[in-house]
C-alpha cells in the first residue's frame, strides 16, 4: 500500500490551455474523490467516484472541467481553456466504501496547478 | 448549505503544554460526521479525529481530544503534550450523513498551528 498518488506535483501553464491530473488511489479502495484548494482556503469538494460512476459533482465543478475514473481505479481531471482562477491545489482522496458509516478518506499530496 | 467556521486563523504553543483549537458549524442536519484534519507542508491531509454526532461521548485519539457541543454546534480540538510535528495546518470538517451514499466534506479555513520549542 503506497498511499494516494498524484502526478504532477506541479503545473504550470498559460491561460487558455487544456491540463490533466492523474489519481491513483489506493488498490481497492472503491471511492475516489477530487477537491480543490486555493492558498489561505480548506479544501472544496469538486466531484467523487462510486468505482467507475461519477455519482455527484459540485456547482464548482463547471463545463470546463470533467472528471473520468474509466475503469474503476485511477482517475483523471481535465481543465479546458485554463484560467488565472483556476490556479490551486487540486487533491484527491480516495477511501473503501462498505456502508458509509466508517468511510475513511486517505488524501495524496495534491498537484499544484498555476495559470500564468 | 453547510458551512464550517474556524475562527483562529492561527495558534501558537510551548511544546509539551496544551492548545484547544476551535470550529463551529451550522447544519439543519440531524446526523452528521465531523472531523479534524491535519496538512503538514507535505500538504497531505491526515485525519486527526472524528466525531460521529449521533454519539455524546467526546472522541479521544491518543493526545487528541475533542468537545463536541451539539446543541452549540462546536466542535473544538485539544491537543495535549504538544509535540513539534503537530505544527501544521489544522482543519474542521463536517459531513452530512446520508446512509450509504456519500457527500463532500466541506471544511473550514484552516488554522496554522506554531508549536515553539
Known amino acids: 500500500d503506497t498511499g494516494v498518488s498524484q502526478d504532477p506535483r506541479h503545473k504550470i501553464t498559460k491561460r487558455g490551455q487544456n491540463v490533466t491530473f492523474r489519481c491513483d488511489p489506493i488498490?481497492?479502495?472503491?471511492?475516489l474523490y477530487w477537491y480543490r484548494q486555493t492558498l489561505g482556503q480548506g479544501p472544496e469538494f469538486l466531484t467523487y467516484?462510486?468505482?467507475?460512476?461519477?455519482?455527484?459533482k459540485s456547482r464548482l465543478l463547471s463545463d470546463r472541467f470533467s472528471a473520468e475514473r474509466p475503469k474503476g481505479s485511477f482517475s483523471t481531471l481535465e481543465i479546458q481553456r485554463t484560467e488565472q482562477g483556476d490556479s490551486a491545489m487540486y487533491l484527491c482522496?480516495?477511501?473503501?466504501?462498505?456502508?458509509?458509516?466508517?468511510?475513511?478518506?486517505?488524501f495524496g499530496s495534491g498537484t499544484q496547478l498555476s495559470v500564468l | 448549505a453547510q458551512t464550517v467556521t474556524q475562527s483562529q486563523p492561527e495558534m501558537s504553543v510551548q511544546e509539551a503544554e496544551t492548545v484547544t483549537l476551535s470550529c463551529t458549524y451550522d447544519?439543519?442536519?440531524?446526523?452528521?460526521?465531523l472531523f479534524w484534519y491535519k496538512q503538514p507542508p507535505s500538504r497531505q491531509m491526515i485525519l486527526v479525529i472524528r466525531?460521529?454526532?449521533?454519539?455524546?461521548q467526546n472522541a479521544t485519539e491518543n493526545r487528541f481530544s475533542v468537545n463536541f457541543q451539539k446543541a452549540a454546534k462546536s466542535f473544538s480540538l485539544k491537543i495535549s503534550d504538544s509535540q513539534l510535528g503537530d505544527a501544521a495546518m489544522y482543519f474542521c470538517?463536517?459531513?452530512?450523513?446520508?446512509?450509504?451514499?456519500?457527500?463532500?466534506?466541506?471544511f473550514g479555513k484552516g488554522t496554522h498551528l506554531i508549536i515553539q520549542p
Open positions: 470538517a463536517y459531513r452530512r450523513y446520508s446512509g450509504g451514499g456519500a457527500d463532500g466534506l466541506t
Open positions: 466525531q460521529e454526532a449521533y454519539k455524546q
Open positions: 488498490s481497492e479502495h472503491n471511492r
Open positions: 467516484f462510486q468505482n467507475e460512476a461519477q455519482l455527484e
Open positions: 482522496a480516495s477511501s473503501l466504501n462498505t456502508g458509509g458509516v466508517n468511510e475513511k478518506l486517505f
Open positions: 447544519t439543519s442536519e440531524s446526523d452528521y460526521y
